[in-house]
């Protein structure tokens, strides 16, 4: 075998390698459990849970790559998906022990939008953004 048809073929074991290691990569995907999309619960207090997929949900604390952690907006959209998620904001929750449900209180009674977002061990978002919206109703207490 020439040394140009050995280089084929590793070429094509190298581009088989690479294709078989992509499609065994699962999709990252976050989601909001409770409330449901058009769900009217009762207020003031609004119970959220979340799931996640295809990623490792990890403390923040842990800094390291290929985890994440849930950050919630309610009724505030996200931040730009290069820049840090902010703390200490109103409606912006950071679940970084790697929570995957919030207890919010005193939410106002009405239409509500509450958005999942995972974000890297930084308050980054994942690249591309990894993120879950839902509509409810609060009623009044």
Excluded: N, Y
Aim: charged share 15%; net charge negative; proline share 11%.
């Amino acid at each position: 075998m020439s040394a140009m048809e050995r280089g084929v073929w590793r070429a094509a074991a190298l581009g088989a390698l690479l294709l078989a290691a992509c499609r065994e990569k699962p999709a990252v995907s976050v989601s909001i459990t409770s409330p449901s999309e058009g769900d009217t619960v009762p207020g003031p207090a609004v119970h959220i849970t979340l799931g996640a997929s295809g990623i490792e949900l990890a403390p923040a604390s842990e800094q390291r790559p290929g985890i994440a952690h849930h950050h919630l907006f309610l009724d505030v959209d996200p931040t730009p998906p290069t820049d840090t998620i902010p703390s200490g904001v109103t409606g912006i929750i950071h679940r970084g022990q790697a929570q995957t449900a919030f207890h919010w209180d005193s939410v106002a009674p009405g239409p509500h939008r509450i958005i999942a977002v995972l974000g890297d061990a930084w308050h980054v978002p994942l690249q591309p953004m990894v993120a879950d919206t839902v509509h409810f109703v609060v009623t009044g207490p």
